[in-house]
């Protein structure tokens, strides 16, 4: 009973083709969440790299390591860059919903401070 006026509730934000759109949405949300899960779980899912590439004159802000770019298959097929990069934008995605929250509570406009 709950679960049916969930899903009509969810259903009514679809005015042009309501199940063919909630059906969509719905499988990219799930893909995307599936997705956020992995890389968050990322670094204990796949064993560290300790392959380093020596050159004769080193960039010391740039990360040499070859196997940051390496695909696994339990990572979705994501690398261990991409899987770093998607748990940043998590972070900072949930820092801003965070900021917003805080700012909206007390009717405040975030403006330009913020």
Not at 59 to 78: G, S, T
Not at 103 to 113: F, H, M, N
């Amino acid at each position: 009973m709950a679960l049916t006026r969930m899903w009509n509730g969810y259903m009514s934000y679809f005015k042009n083709k309501p199940m063919r759109d909630g059906v969509t949405y719905l499988i990219v949300i799930m893909v995307a969440l599936a997705y956020a899960a992995v890389s968050a779980v990322a670094p204990f899912l796949v064993p560290a790299c300790s392959d380093r590439v020596t050159k004769l004159y080193p960039n010391p802000e740039f990360d040499y390591k070859n196997c940051l770019d390496d695909r696994f298959k339990v990572l979705l097929f994501m690398s261990l860059r991409e899987c770093e990069q998607l748990r940043q934008l998590m972070f900072s995605v949930l820092m801003g919903a965070l900021i917003g929250y805080e700012r909206r509570s007390p009717d405040r406009a975030a403006g330009i401070r913020t």
